[in-house]
């Protein structure tokens, strides 16, 4: 397995911890950007390869439509459906299989690290099966109300390795945890 290719949550969320309303909209991120844009295009130049949970590339495309999302001949996008269309646009593949055999098969590939795109649903089913090496979450300095939680609400208990804070100029905070293997404790049971 090749080690390397860390999958890292790279997200951002209100300070209530929601990524999105619950209609799925994003619109509280419309803001100013300072210069840098919180470490995207450095981030974004250490992946090539992005996965997504179904309802999420679908507000992306419809935002985008269909331009600019991980677009490229050197990013690999997989999006997670029980559903998948007949036709995918170029480099995108859908993606119906556990999570566990579909991530052996990508770490046994060489490449670059790989972007845990969301939602919640998804990051939560890779959290749950160990699969996710890091967080990066960066906290907009917005509170939303009500929405979709970064993670599927379900009983778990994993404990966090504090790596970084940032702090920027707008009052934005990224905050960089790694995901101990060892952490991890779904059924609530452990240490």
């Known amino acids: 397995m090749n080690d390397h290719r860390k999958i890292i949550v790279f997200i951002a969320t209100s300070v209530d911890g929601f990524i999105a309303r619950l209609d799925g909209s994003y619109d509280w991120l419309e803001r ?8 995207y295009g450095a ?15 679908d507000q992306a495309i419809a935002k985008f439509k269909g331009k ?3 677009t490229g001949p050197e990013v690999k996008n997989y999006v997670f459906t029980h559903r998948a269309p007949e036709s995918a646009p170029p480099g995108v593949e859908f993606v119906n299989e556990a999570v566990e055999a579909f991530t052996h098969r990508l770490r046994a590939q060489t490449g670059k690290d790989i972007w845990m795109m969301g939602g919640g649903q998804i990051i939560a089913s890779f959290l749950d099966a160990g699969l996710i090496d890091e967080f ?13 939680p970064l993670l599927q609400p379900r009983h778990r208990h994993v404990r966090l390795a504090l790596r970084g804070v940032t702090h ?4 934005v905070v990224q905050l960089v945890y790694a995901v101990p293997k060892e952490s991890s404790d779904s059924d609530g049971h452990g240490p």
Not at 136 to 148: A, K, S
Not at 168 to 171: E, K, R, V
Request: charged share 20%; aromatic share 14%.
């Open 32 to 39: 100013p950007r300072p210069p840098g844009n919180y470490g």
């Open 68 to 70: 600019g999302v991980g």
């Open 168 to 171: 920027f100029p707008d009052g």
């Open 136 to 148: 990066r979450i960066h906290v907009i300095p917005t509170l939303i109300g009500e929405g979709i």
């Open 43 to 57: 981030f974004f130049k250490s992946i090539d390869t992005i996965l997504w949970g179904k309802r999420t590339y």
